[in-house]
């Protein structure tokens, strides 16, 4: 996925449904469109500048989506608590036989603020090499 920062904290991000993605016959799998999500909602806290790890996730399916469809993700930061921060996603088709302006999935999410350090003892277990955090818009999904 590639993100763009749009107008305000929110972001847009695209995703082709590969057929390696399949779950049932001809529709992507519904963990990939989760992870897709939590992906999003963690690119908009990145906005604030701050690394932020997932919290709670929810995901509320609307209908199947076609594989070779294009997928458009938009999330946004809907408030903030201290160190918690509150977002919300949805996604339509915007390429393919079923495009549309219909919603197909939407999300909510809780993410919480943490520190660098915060993965300092896991680094030996990242391919044996400590990594940095991730720069804004990059994505291997």
């Known amino acids: 996925m590639h ?5 305000g904290i929110e972001v847009v991000g695209r995703l082709t449904a590969e057929s390696r993605y399949q779950g049932g016959p001809g ?10 999500f939590d992906e999003t909602q963690g690119m908009a806290c990145m906005l604030l500048g701050t690394a932020v790890v997932t ?6 399916f609307a209908r199947p989506i076609p594989l070779g469809s294009v ?5 946004r930061i809907d408030g903030m608590i201290r160190r ?10 915007v390429e393919g036989a ?6 197909v ?3 909510r999410g809780l993410f919480l603020k943490i520190k660098p350090e915060h993965f300092t003892p896991m680094q030996e277990f990242v391919d044996g090499q400590p ?7 990059d994505s291997t999904l």
């Open 3 to 7: 993100f763009t920062a749009t107008e």
């Open 27 to 36: 529709v992507i799998h519904g963990g990939i469109l989760t992870t897709a």
């Open 55 to 60: 919290g709670h996730l929810q995901i509320d």
């Open 71 to 75: 997928l458009e993700f938009r999330a």
């Open 84 to 93: 918690k921060v509150y977002t919300s996603s949805e996604v339509r088709i």
């Open 98 to 103: 079923a495009a549309s302006d219909e919603i």
């Open 105 to 107: 999935a939407t999300s």
């Open 131 to 137: 990594t940095g955090l991730p720069t804004f818009g």
